[in-house]
């Protein structure tokens, strides 16, 4: 069955950075589209960002737009989400997800959802 496992999550100080990181298994990203999402304490579960399995198109949340960065290595079944310039209001639990076609900035597109990693930031 499909399996996504994040990583990289940590307590960081505001105006630092992080890279998350998510690995598949059980079926190759390279004809899905990939997508990241958080949720806050008390908070309903947010598109942050996603990476198009064609053409190379990213989306991204406007609140993060101009400091993160969504990346796939289709060869490492990965897909990574580079945050700079954290803010506090950044913390929340931090999920992958994939999805054939939808609208990828909404939760219900999503087939498949990893567990999850914590980011902290500070300040």
């Known amino acids: 069955q499909v399996q996504l496992v994040e990583s990289g999550g940590a307590l960081v100080q505001a105006g630092g950075s992080l890279r998350l990181s998510c690995v598949a298994s059980?079926?190759?990203?390279?004809?899905?589209?990939m997508g990241w999402f958080r949720q806050a304490p008390g908070k309903e579960r947010e598109f942050v960002a996603s990476?198009?399995?064609?053409?190379?198109?990213?989306v991204y949340a406007d609140s993060v737009k101009g400091r993160s960065t969504i990346s796939r290595d289709n060869s490492k079944n990965t897909v990574d989400l580079q945050m700079n310039n954290l803010r506090p209001e950044d913390t929340a639990v931090y999920y992958c997800?994939?999805?054939?076609?939808?609208?990828?900035?909404?939760?219900?597109?999503?087939?498949?959802w990893g567990q999850g990693t914590q980011v902290t930031v500070s300040s």
């Open positions: 990476s198009l399995w064609s053409g190379g198109r990213t």
């Open positions: 997800a994939m999805t054939k076609s939808g609208n990828l900035r909404y939760t219900p597109a999503y087939d498949y």
């Open positions: 059980g079926r190759t990203i390279s004809l899905w589209n």
